[in-house]
């Protein structure tokens, strides 16, 4: 039995229910929000939109927002960018995909601390980086201190084909399964 409260306080149903204590509705089955809701000050826009300024606008996880599993954060002084998921069918992979005011911008991935960024940890599949005419940048390449004798090349190309120049630039520093290894770099 469904039973208003509108029915049976008519105060609430010409003004209104505000409340100066909290409101629990944990006890519901579900709780429908008009589009005009307010939350904290903020307007709940239909279909979930949430307008915040918040570190942690948007917190989900076991503890709430101490450790959450999931967290919004819209402090960056005047934000433009963001993230959205694009979901996939069966057989096609969902998207991360950067939305922005502007036409370009990029997308950083950071671990916390000491902690490594892991891709695929958990599958045998390929990662792939860059498209079939973008190219992977490396930032970090070391100049020195790799061991060995210099690594030559056979054939010199044109810019376009490879190095111009037999002469070895310096080396690039990567792991392969753990272990570290130096491969050379021609510029």
Known sequence: MSVKIEDHLPVVKYNGLNSAVAVDLSGAPTTALAANTTIGGSTVVALGTITSTAAAAFAVGANG????????????????????????????????????????????????????????????????????????????????????????????GAAANGPTTAAQDGWLRVKIAGTQVWLPVWK
């Open 65 to 156: 927002a101490t450790g959450p599993s999931f967290q919004v954060d819209d402090s960056t002084a005047s934000q433009a960018s963001g993230v959205k998921v694009v979901g996939g069918t069966a057989t096609q992979a969902p998207v991360i995909q950067v939305i922005s005011t502007g036409s370009n911008a990029g997308l950083d991935l950071e671990a916390l601390g000491t902690g490594k960024l892991t891709l695929n940890k958990t599958t045998n599949t390929d990662v792939q980086i860059g498209g079939a005419t973008g190219q992977a940048d490396f930032q970090i390449a070391e100049v020195t201190g790799a061991t060995g004798a210099t690594a030559t090349l056979v054939t010199v």
